[in-house]
């Protein structure tokens, strides 16, 4: 799919991945709709790059309808590229050395990042299934999902995340293969160990052990490269109904 004068609509999309993302689509020739919990940060990348800043939390399932209407009114049409960006990392071992549970983590970790994507993933599939096609395909769009390598390879303490991610690499298949038929794929990419916030708050120790678990490059991925990626499954029309790691060939040791 050609991404130049296209819609396209990242969650997450004011700062890591998703602001990476959105500026690489937006460079691409796309209009995007940078969605974000922070209207702030919304702000900055959207300013950035000439974009659409929707303030929307990805559990709300009104709001996230909203932002949708948003985008298809003021940039001409509904959203014909979606990445899911959105989520959050957690971690609680399911029976803590004080002997208290962790339910409350599961259940909020599993709503943001497996059911906030699947609302995502709904709201996103209905309003592209009304679109026209653009190509001889009959192609009408495409949604790409985030999960983690962690959906395989899960550390002790990662037990809600990695069951979250499991369940977003699980639901790619029986989607692209439901939406088929109204001519949107569905991908999904699992990266590894990357530049983001979270890691930008690690002590030169620590990043250094991490590197040095990675095969090739024994570096951090840069967010452009998981966007470059992005960009790659959307332009290649073949890709549908898989999940790629992007991880340096790492396997996480169980912690």
Do not use: H
């Amino acid at each position: 799919m050609d991404i130049a004068n296209l819609t396209a609509l990242v969650t997450g999309g004011g700062s890591g991945l998703g602001a990476a993302t959105a500026r690489r689509l937006a460079a691409c020739g796309a209009r995007v709709a940078v969605v974000d919990r922070s209207a702030e940060a919304a702000a900055s990348v959207a300013n950035e790059i000439g974009g659409l800043a929707l303030a929307a939390d990805v559990t709300d399932a009104e709001a996230v309808e909203a932002a949708f209407g948003r985008a298809a009114a003021e940039l001409g049409s509904a959203p014909r590229i979606v990445v899911n960006c959105a989520g959050i990392g957690t971690a609680a071992r399911i029976l803590p050395r004080d002997g208290s549970l962790s339910i409350d983590v599961f259940a909020r970790t599993v709503g943001v990042n497996l059911i906030g994507t699947y609302t995502v993933l709904s709201v996103a599939a209905r309003a592209m299934a009304a679109l026209e096609p653009v190509d001889a395909d009959g192609a009408r769009g495409i949604i790409v999902n985030t999960a983690s390598v962690a959906w395989q390879d899960g550390q002790i303490g990662q037990a809600a995340y990695a069951a979250s991610k499991g369940g977003v690499a699980s639901l790619t298949l029986p989607a692209a293969r439901e939406l088929a038929r109204f001519g949107i794929r569905v991908m999904t990419i699992a990266p590894g160990l990357f530049e983001t916030a979270m890691s930008a708050g690690l002590t030169p120790e620590v990043r250094a052990a991490l590197e040095s678990g990675l095969p090739f490059p024994s570096r951090m991925g840069r967010p452009d490269e998981f966007a470059m990626l992005v960009q790659q499954i959307v332009e290649n029309p073949i890709l549908n109904g898989e999940v790629i790691r992007i991880d340096s060939a790492v396997r996480l040791a169980p912690k």
